[in-house]
């Protein structure tokens, strides 16, 4: 059974600042997904990982995926309070007949300013 | 139009009470999903459909039931409430195929059960 584990679960952090959050999974997959939540709102989708080495950069974060060592980062740049969410790993579970995405338990990233 | 719309949005209900979320798309997507997202526990998958005719259960099926009305409509109804399924529910709908196949998430419907 997949299980995806994201660190830290909560984050504070200066404005300005440099940091990662960690998604780690525990069966082989080659996909991930990175979205974010604003309080009470929908999740967004951030970046798409689709292979061993990938990295998506947008504005401020950028992610990466090492499927071997099944691990995938999110790297914030300088920090600013507009990133202030919920960050969600995903992974594509390809166990069964049909493939599902398994989600961590969120980074709750708070900048101060 | 949103992509995927959710009704309704908030609901109180009471214990032993029948309700019923639904769900509907515009992008004519044949996978769609019901999540759960509870607080410190992201969110877990409670049922699953890639077709009108094709109904899967997730991680946490028990006290839930679907319906897949049609390729936009999938409903998740609770025959009859308890509070630990008070919980901010997500539906969700997929596209087929190759590519990077993202997940997109209608607005949630909270449910609070007394």
């Known amino acids: 059974e997949l299980k995806v584990e994201q660190n830290p679960l909560f984050l504070s952090m200066q404005e300005g600042k440099n940091y990662t959050i960690y998604c780690n999974y525990s069966?082989?997959?080659?996909?991930l997904y990175w979205y974010r939540q604003d309080p009470g709102k929908s999740l967004e989708s951030l970046f798409v990982?689709?292979?061993?080495?990938a990295v998506k950069q947008e504005g401020r974060l950028m992610a990466s995926l090492d499927t071997k060592a099944r691990l995938s980062t999110l790297h914030i740049t300088a920090a600013v309070h507009d990133l202030s969410a919920t960050y969600f790993c995903a992974v594509e579970n390809y166990g069964g007949a049909t493939n599902k995405l398994i989600f961590g338990t969120g980074t709750l990233l708070a900048v101060q300013p | 139009d949103a992509d995927v719309t959710q009704t309704p949005r908030n609901r109180i209900t009471k214990t032993g009470k029948r309700i019923m979320l639904e769900c509907s798309q515009t992008k004519g997507h044949d996978r769609m999903y019901w999540y759960r997202q509870d607080p410190g526990l992201g969110l877990q998958l409670i049922y699953y459909?890639?077709?009108?005719?094709?109904?899967n259960k997730g991680e946490i099926s028990d006290g839930y039931s679907v319906s897949r009305q049609a390729q936009a409509k999938f409903s998740l109804s609770l025959e009859s409430a308890i509070p630990n399924q008070t919980a901010l529910y997500f539906c969700a709908i997929r596209p087929t195929g190759t590519g990077a196949n993202v997940l997109t998430f209608g607005a949630g419907s909270r449910l609070t059960v007394l």
């Open positions: 990982l689709l292979s061993n080495g």
């Open positions: 459909s890639f077709d009108v005719k094709d109904i």
């Open positions: 069966t082989t997959s080659d996909r």
